[in-house]
């Protein structure tokens, strides 16, 4: 890995998904770290700062995502962090929390939004346009 290699931590309760996202991301260049819960990924965070996040929202409780999403927001030194949501809940519970404006995600805490599975062309279109405009 080198000083130039954007990092993305994935945090996700589902191993597959991780194993998956991490074999595109690492295939497209990008460092990757994982996480299978909300304070498992603080301490992530805390050992090596990401430039980006990508978190599921169903993990420890059913909105865990959103409020790991908003503490990233609200601290000084991740709120600059770009953040993507992902979730199967649509799919599973037949719920609805696709945004439909910015603004939709404003009050998520996030910068994208991605039904599952993440189609990984999409993925890496995201991921670099969030990088690109640093949040």
Aim: hydrophobic share 45%; net charge negative; charged share 25%.
């Amino acid at each position: 890995m080198t000083g130039e290699q954007a990092v993305i931590l994935i945090v996700d309760d589902d191993y597959d998904f991780l194993e998956i996202n991490r074999f595109i991301l690492e295939g497209a260049g990008y460092g990757v770290v994982t996480a299978t819960n909300p304070a498992e990924a603080q301490q992530r965070i805390a050992e090596q700062a990401p430039d980006l996040v990508i978190t599921d929202l169903m993990m420890t409780s059913v909105d865990a995502g959103f409020a790991f999403a908003a503490q990233l927001k609200a601290d000084p030194r991740t709120a600059g962090l770009p953040i993507i949501i992902s979730t199967s809940v649509s799919s599973q519970l037949g719920l609805n929390f696709r945004p439909d404006t910015d603004a939709d995600l404003a009050k998520m805490h996030v910068d994208a939004y991605f039904d599952k599975p993440i189609d990984a062309q999409a993925l890496l279109a995201k991921v670099k346009e969030l990088l690109e405009r640093g949040g």
